[in-house]
């Protein structure tokens, strides 16, 4: 069974810093492509970034790019997300995923909140 710990989120000012961790249980990162989605109240779930099952590629969302850098360690099989410059509208439930390819996502964290307030 796949498990995924996520942690990293909390509370930041407008500006602020995160970086979101997420280690899974029963799977290899380097096995998966593995991805970042979000859920703001009221919206559909999206996806944030991607980074291909060999790290050669890494995708982002228009909205995140250049504020946001996805990564995965193999040597602690833990997948993570830099946010810089955060906005108000990042506010959001965080979820990492992994799946055969980036944006087809097969296992799911549980989320972990992140909320952007003066």
């Known amino acids: 069974q796949v498990q995924f710990v996520e942690s990293g989120g909390g509370s930041v000012q407008p500006g602020g810093s995160l970086t979101l961790s997420c280690a899974p249980s029963g799977l290899t990162l380097e096995d998966y492509a593995v991805g970042w989605f979000r859920q703001a109240p009221g919206k559909e779930r999206e996806g944030v970034s991607c980074i291909s099952e060999t790290g050669s590629s890494t995708y982002y969302k228009e909205f995140v790019k250049g504020r946001f850098t996805i990564s995965k360690d193999g040597a602690k099989n833990t997948m993570y997300l830099n946010l810089n410059s955060l906005e108000p509208e990042d506010t959001a439930v965080y979820y990492c995923?992994?799946?055969?390819?980036?944006?087809?996502?097969?296992?799911w964290g549980q989320g972990i909140q992140v909320t952007v307030s003066s």
């Open positions: 995923a992994a799946g055969r390819l980036c944006w087809l996502m097969d296992y």
